[in-house]
């Protein structure tokens, strides 16, 4: 078996990949993250899910692809430029809700349903609204994160908030955590009540 063997990949996340580098979007979700996302997704028919940070879609496309014909997905990001760019790609999607909004905000005043699956690929609901983000996942739902191994485009003292937020996390007794020294660096959270 080799994970670099990838067969299933989105019809459209080639062309995504493309208009990345086109127009120099450089934290791009990585391929492995994708297959991850699209696996869990899978397992929760008529599922509700919520990514936070689109970006250009890379992610949001392994997330439709897993969905089934009753789930819905929300996507926010803050920035204009790329939330237009991801447009384009889905727009046609009835499945999905693109939001162009302060993620933080987004979760401080969200009153909505609870998600099968929280992908977190923002600083808010990964290092800051963690409560909030947390409150939305339903028992039994996934909350995951990435980039939690050192990456070439770290700020100094990043390394720091990663630790802290592992540390929170490993304190919670509402949810079932797995750490994994795999792509970028995972956690993988189940709320167990």
């Known amino acids: 078996m080799f994970d670099t063997n990838i067969s299933d990949t989105p019809e459209i996340y080639g062309q995504i990949v493309q208009r990345s580098k086109e127009v120099g979007f450089t934290m791009p979700s990585d391929v492995y993250i994708g297959t991850l996302l699209k ?89 800051s609204e963690i409560e909030e983000v947390l409150d939305l996942v339903k028992v039994g739902g996934f909350y995951v994160i990435d980039d939690m191994k050192a990456q070439p485009n770290w700020p100094y003292g990043h390394e720091g908030h990663v630790q802290d937020l592992v540390a929170y996390l490993e304190r919670k007794r509402d949810f079932t955590l797995t750490k994994m020294d795999w792509s970028t660096g995972l956690v993988v959270a189940v709320r167990n009540k």
């Open 39 to 127: 696996t869990l997704v899978a397992s929760k028919p008529k599922g509700r899910f919520l990514e936070l940070g689109t970006g250009l879609g890379l992610s949001l496309a392994w997330i439709l692809d897993g969905m089934d014909a009753g789930s819905k997905v929300v996507s926010i990001d803050n920035d204009p430029k790329w939330v237009r760019i991801a447009q384009a790609y889905f727009e046609k999607d009835a499945r999905l809700k693109l939001v162009c909004a302060d993620v933080g905000k987004w979760l401080k005043t969200y009153s909505g349903e609870k998600f099968d699956l929280v992908f977190a690929d923002a600083w808010p609901g990964k290092y």
